[in-house]
C-alpha cells in the first residue's frame, strides 16, 4: 500500500522539484534586484514575458529557435534593463522607495497592454519539436522541458553565485548591496552598479522566459501570476539568500505538483500559495533569511 | 477624550454639505451619466481612503484590496442567491471581509515591511483560486469560469446604489477624520514611523494595526458590494484581480499618499481618467500606466502635497536637473 503511493508519488515529487528549477531562474532576478537596490520589481513578471513574446516572434517570424534566441534577447534585456533602471527608476529612488515600487506597476500596466497591441491576447506557446517530448526513468515519466527548466535554474544559479564572489563588477553589486553608502565612499558608482544589477537580472528573466515559454502557455496578463509565484519563492528562501531561493523553488514546485497529485489539478496553486503562507507565518524571515 | 466642538464643527460644515448637496442630486434630476460617474468616484474613494489608512498612515503595504473587495461581492451574491434579502448581503460583505481580516492578521503581523507586503500579495491570488472551484450556492452557469449573476435586485433602482456609494464614500471620509483625531490614529502615526518605539512607549501594536486592517476591510467589502450591486455580475478573475490595486493605488498616489484630502482628489482623476480613456479601449491601461509612472516622477507627493507643500516649478526642475 504504502509502496504503491510512493510510487505513484515518485512522478509528482521529479516533475516538482524539476519545475522548481523553472521557478528559481524567475525568482533569481527578482531576488537580485530586490537583494540590491531593495526594490520590489513588480513589473519582473511582465519582463519575463517580454522574453517569452521575443522567444515566439524570433521562431514564427525568424524561424530561430527559441533556446538560440536567447543570443539575441539576453543582450537586448540587459539594455532594456539598464536602460529601466537607468533613466526611470534611479530617479525614482531618489524621491522614495514606495515611488519606485508604483513607478514600476507603471512599467507592469504599460507592458502588459503593449503586449496585447502587438500579439493579441490569445494563448501562446513555444511549442517546438523537443517541447513535446519526454522519457522514463523507471516508471517515472519526465517531460523533456521540464528538465530544460531544471538545468537552467542550476546553470543560473551558480553563474551568479561565482560572478557575485569572482568578477570586479559582481563584487561591487555585493558591496552595494550591503551598504550603499560605504561603496560610494570606496569610489563604487552605486547607480551605475544598480543599472548593471538590473541588466543581469533582466538577462536571467530573459531565460526565465524561454524556459516558461516552453513549459507553459502564456498570454499578456501571465506576468502577474508568475510575478506572484516568484515572489513567493523568494520570500520563502528568505531575501537575499541565492540559496534559499533555490530551496524556496523546489519547495513551491512540489508543493504545487504533489498538491495537485492528491486535490486534482485544479487545486495545485492554491495548495502552494497556501503552504507559502504557511511557512512564512510559521518563519516570517523566510528559511534562509537574515 | 474631550472634543473641541467649536473647531470640530468648522471642519464637518463643508463635509455635510457637500453630502446633502450630491445625496440630492437624483431627486433633482441629474443625468444619469453624472450619476454613474459620482457612483465610480465614491466607490473608488471609499476604497481609496481605506487603502491610504493602511499604507500611508499605518505604514503597511496592503497589496491584498481585492481580497475584501471580492470576498464583499461574493458574499453579497451567496446571500442574494440563497433568498435573503439583499440589504443583509451588502452588511454582511463587509463582515465576512473584516472577520477574514482578523483571520490572516495574526500570521500577517507576524511578518514585516516587505515580507508583509508580499504575504498580502498572495492572498488574493489563493482566493481567486477557491472561487474557481468552489460554487458556494447551486444553480446554473452564467458564462464561463464560475461567475455569479447578483440575484434579488429586482427592488433596487440605479438610484439606491448611488445613495448606497455615498453612504459608503461619506463613512469613509468620516472614518478617516474621526480615526486621525484619535488615540487610534496617533499609534497608527507612531507605528508607521517606527514600531519598536512606539510598542516600548506603550503602545499595543499588534492590536493598533489589527484596529485598522479590520476597520479597512470592512468597508472595502461593503464597497465591494456596493460596486457589484452596480456590475450585477461577479467572476473570480476579475473580483481578485491585481487591478483593484492599480485603480486604489493610483487613486492614493495621484491624489497624495498619507493626506487625507489625497484619496479624493486622486479618486476624481481615477474616474475622469476612466471615461475619457474609455474610447481607445486598448491604450486606456497603457496611458494610465504612464501617467502613473510620469507622475511619480514629477510630482512624487502628488497633487494635494504638490497644492500644500513647493511648486509644480520645483518638481519639474528637480526632474530635469535630476537633483534632489
Redesign the interface.
Known sequence: MTLELLTDLATPITRGILLGGLYVVIALGLSLV?GVM?L?NVAHGDLVIFSSYFAFFAMTSLGVDPILSLGMSMPIMFGIGFAIQKY?LN??F???M??S???C??????L???Y??IWTPLSRGLTTGYALKSFAVGAVNIPLVYLLDFIAGLAVMFFLREFLGRTYMGKAIKAASQDHRAAILMGINTERIYGFAFGLAMAFAAVGGVCLGLTFPFTPTSG??FL?IA??V??LGG?GSMLGTFIGGMIFGLAQCVGGYFFGV??Q??VA??L???I??AI???LFGR | MRLDTSLLRGRWTPLVIAIVVLAVLPVAGAPATWLLYLFLFFVYLAMANMWNLLAGYSGLICLSPAAFIGLGGYTLVIITWSGLPFYLGIIAGGIVAAIFAIIIAYPLFRMRGIYFAIGTLVVPAALQVVFLLWRPVGGELHGGGAGYMVKGLTGITTTDTYWMALAIAAISVFLMRVILNSKLGLGLAAIRDNDETAGSSGINVFRTKLYSFVIAAFVMGIAGGVFYTYQGYIEPNSAFNISWLMTLLMATVIGGEGIEDGPIIGAVIVVILHFLLAKYAGLSLLIQGVILVVVMLVVPQGIMGLIRGGGIHRSVRKLITGRR
Open positions: 530586490f531593495k520590489i526611470i530617479r525614482s531618489r524621491v522614495s514606495d515611488a515600487l508604483i513607478v506597476f507603471g512599467i507592469s500596466l504599460i502588459e497592454n503593449v496585447q497591441i502577474p501570476q506572484i515572489m513567493g523568494v520570500i531575501l485544479a487545486a496553486m492554491l500559495y497556501v507559502v503562507f504557511i512564512l507565518a516570517p524571515r523566510g
